[in-house]
Structures are given as structure tokens and as C-alpha cells.
């Protein structure tokens, strides 16, 4: 894929507008040639790129970005790696991740899910549907009512007993 998907480019256009990112994290073609037209535009932003086709690439622990963009990636590595790309992103503190993958047999909506991620749209294309993914850590986990003291069995002992 030389040219990236007009949909495609203009979803990932769309996400960085609305994120406002001072660092990103790119990760495929398509994500590489929107972030390079982002950087154009804001050439203050810190841009990393990180090329899986590299057998020695690796994401240094210290690399937290506030968005990550991933396309063209999953489709060719092996579950366990794509798997183990998608946890250090998210485990590292990248603040929003965006995934596009087109259909890809060794990839489940449930994968996605059991990462944390969220399914946000389907773009049809000339070489096939894609998906979009995203993470956020903002809305990743949700307050509960219940988590505080005021729905506990004892709320009047709060704080005040340790055992």
C-alpha cells in the first residue's frame, strides 16, 4: 500500500485534530504519512517511528507518547508480537492509542476488547474493510459508584480500623 486510504488518512487526520498531540508514536504506512503531514503543520511535535518489519525494533519502556497511531502492522506479525505491541503501548502510558486492521484471521474483536481497546468504525476500501480501535486512558476505566466508602458494609469505620 503505497497511498494511504482516502477514509483511512482522513479518520487518523481527524483523530490527531482532536488530540492535540505534543508526541506521537507512529507505526505502519498509512500512520507514517498522516503524522508526517501532522508534523508539517505542528513542527513542534516530537515524532517516533517504530518500524516492525525491523527484527530488532523495540519500544524503549521510557517512551510515553500521548498518541500512538498503528496501520499496516497487525496484519503481518505474528499474534503474540502484535499482542505484545499493543500491551507495551498501552502499559507504558501512551495516552491514546488508535488501530487500524483490516481483516485479519489471527485477530478477534474479543482480542481487542481484552486489551482495552474499543471498536469505533469500519471503512470499506478498494483492498478490503478496516477497522478502527481505539484506546484511552481517560476513559479506559470508568469510576464506579459503588468503589467508596459510602456503599461498604461499615462506612462509619472508614480509615479508622486496620486489620
Not at 499496516?72 to 502499559?91: K, S, V
Request: aromatic content about 10%; glycine content about 6%; hydrophobic content about 40%.
Amino acid at each position: 500500500m503505497t497511498n494511504p486510504e482516502p477514509n483511512a488518512a482522513a479518520i487518523l487526520a481527524r483523530i490527531l485534530d482532536t488530540a492535540q498531540p505534543d508526541s506521537l508514536l507512529c507505526c505502519g504506512t498509512t500512520a507514517l504519512q498522516v503524522a508526517r503531514l501532522w508534523c508539517d503543520q505542528k513542527p513542534d511535535t516530537h515524532l517516533q517511528l517504530l518500524d516492525m518489519t525491523d527484527p530488532n525494533a523495540e519500544l524503549p519502556p521510557d517512551s510515553v507518547k500521548d498518541l500512538a497511531l498503528v496501520t499496516d502492522t497487525l496484519e503481518h506479525l505474528p499474534f503474540d508480537e502484535g499482542a505484545l505491541l499493543l500491551g507495551q503501548l498501552r502499559n507504558y502510558g501512551t495516552h491514546q492509542i488508535a488501530v487500524l486492521v483490516g481483516e485479519t484471521p489471527g485477530w478477534a474483536f474479543t482480542d481487542f476488547i481484552g486489551l482495552g481497546f474499543r471498536r469505533h468504525a469500519e471503512i470499506e476500501t478498494d483492498n478490503g474493510t478496516l477497522t478502527l480501535y481505539t484506546y484511552n486512558l481517560d476513559t479506559y476505566n470508568h469510576k464506579r459508584a459503588w468503589n467508596n466508602p459510602d456503599n461498604w458494609a461499615n462506612p462509619e469505620m472508614w480509615g479508622k480500623a486496620w486489620w
